[in-house]
C-alpha cells in the first residue's frame, strides 16, 4: 500500500541496532519452543507489559520484536488459543508502536490491519483493529510524504467513522480530540465547534475536552481583541474593555456541575492575592445560566473577583458569539486588550507571571 527506504530512519544508530536486533530473533524464537501454550503466553506478556521497557532503554525494541515473534509463535502452534484476541491486540499495539521507527513495522502493521477487517473479527478485536488501522493510516501517510489536505482529510474520515461505530471504546474521547485537531487544521470551525459540542456531552469530565477545546479556540482568538460585556451576580454590567484598561486580566469560565472547575478557586485566589498589585485582574463566567446553582455554589465559595452570568459580544476575533463547553477554561487578555493564551489551567500563574513581568 505504501512504500518506503531507508531515508526514514532518523538515526544511524537506530538501523545498526535494528540491524543487530535481527541476529537476536532467532535465539529467541529457540528460548519459547518448548514452552506449554500457557507459559508462552505468560512469556508474551512480561515482554509486551507496558511497564516492561521505555522508550529510552536500551531493550525497548528488542522486546517488543521478541514479544511479536513469541506472539508469531503462539498463534502458529496454538492457532484456537484462549487468548487469541488479546494476543492479537497486543501485537497491533506493538507494531504500532515500532511503525512510528521502523518502515517494515509499518508494513507488518497495515498487513495484519487489513488481514484482520477481512476475518469477520468478534467486535473486541474489530473495535481495536479499527483503532490500529487508523494509526497505520496516518504513520503511512506521513512517511510516503501524502498530500496534508488528503492526508488530514483521509484522517478526519476515520475518525468519524470510529466515533460512530464504537460508542462504548475507551479510545472514542482520544478519537474525538484528533478528528477536531484534523477539523481545525483545516479549517473547518463549525464543525470543530459542533463536535466539541457533543464530545463535550458525552464525556464532560474527560480531559481531552479541553485540549480540544483551546485548539478550537486559539485560531478564533489568539491575538485579537477581546472586547465583552458581562452581567455580574448584582445587575452591574463589566466591559473587559473599559473596566481593565492597561490590566492583565484572567477571565475564567467554571460550571457548578463540574468540581474541576471549582476545586481550582483556591489556588486562583492564591495567585490574585500575590499579583493583583502588579496590575493582575480577574472574573469568573459560569456557564450554568442557572441563577439558583449559582447561589447554592456561593453559599459554599466567595472568590475576591466578579462572577457573571451572562455576556455580551462587541468584538471578539471575527465578532462571532465564544462558545465555551469544557471547564475550566481561562482566557488571557494582555494590557492592550488582545487574548495572549487560552488556558485550562495548566502553567496558568506561569503565563500571567510572564504577562506582568514584561
Not at 155 to 178: C, G, K, L, N, Q
Not at 259 to 277: E, G, H, P, Q, V
Not at 327 to 339: A, K, T, Y
Request: some cysteine; overall charge neutral.
Amino acid at each position: 500500500m505504501f512504500g518506503y527506504d531507508r531515508k526514514h530512519l532518523n538515526a544511524l544508530p537506530l538501523i545498526v541496532f535494528l540491524a543487530v536486533l535481527s541476529t537476536l530473533a532467532p535465539l529467541a524464537l529457540a528460548q519459547t519452543e518448548g514452552l506449554t501454550e500457557s507459559k508462552l503466553i505468560a512469556h508474551i506478556m512480561k515482554l509486551s507489559a507496558p511497564g516492561a521497557s521505555t522508550s529510552d532503554s536500551d531493550d525497548y525494541f528488542a522486546r517488543h520484536e521478541q514479544a511479536i515473534a513469541a506472539i508469531d509463535e503462539l498463534l502458529q502452534r496454538f492457532p484456537k488459543s484462549r487468548d487469541r484476541t488479546n494476543v492479537l491486540v497486543t501485537k497491533l499495539r506493538l507494531l504500532a508502536d515500532l511503525a512510528r521507527f521502523k518502515p517494515q513495522s509499518l508494513q507488518q502493521l497495515l498487513e495484519l490491519t487489513a488481514k484482520i477487517s477481512k476475518s469477520q473479527p468478534e467486535p473486541i478485536l474489530d473495535m481495536e483493529n479499527r483503532w490500529y488501522a487508523i494509526q497505520a493510516f496516518v504513520y503511512g501517510a506521513r512517511a510516503e510524504g501524502m498530500p496534508g489536505k488528503k492526508r488530514v482529510s483521509g484522517a478526519m474520515e476515520r475518525y468519524r467513522a470510529y466515533i460512530a461505530d464504537f460508542p462504548t471504546s475507551a479510545r472514542r474521547p482520544v478519537a474525538y480530540a484528533s478528528l477536531i485537531r484534523n477539523l481545525v487544521l483545516s479549517e473547518q470551525l463549525e464543525e470543530a465547534k459542533e463536535t466539541l459540542q457533543r464530545f463535550v456531552k458525552d464525556y464532560p469530565e474527560d480531559a481531552n475536552t479541553l485540549s480540544a477545546q483551546e485548539e478550537v479556540l486559539r485560531p478564533q482568538l489568539l491575538g485579537k481583541p477581546f472586547d465583552v460585556i458581562y452581567t455580574a451576580r448584582d445587575g452591574r454590567k463589566i466591559s473587559t474593555k473599559d473596566d481593565y484598561k492597561g490590566k492583565v486580566l484572567v477571565i475564567g469560565y467554571w460550571s457548578g456541575h463540574n468540581a474541576n472547575s471549582t476545586n481550582i478557586w483556591a489556588d486562583l485566589m492564591y495567585m490574585f492575592t500575590k499579583n493583583s498589585n502588579k496590575g493582575l485582574r480577574m472574573l469568573g463566567v459560569s456557564i450554568d445560566h442557572d441563577p439558583k446553582l449559582m447561589e447554592r455554589v456561593f453559599k459554599r465559595d466567595m472568590t475576591p473577583w466578579p462572577n457573571c452570568v451572562e455576556q455580551e459580544i462587541i468584538n471578539i476575533g471575527s465578532g462571532k458569539s465564544l462558545d465555551i463547553y469544557a471547564v475550566p477554561c481561562f482566557i488571557v487578555v494582555d494590557r492592550d486588550g488582545l487574548v495572549y493564551d487560552i488556558n485550562h489551567g495548566v502553567e496558568l500563574e506561569d503565563v500571567v507571571k510572564q504577562m506582568l513581568d514584561e
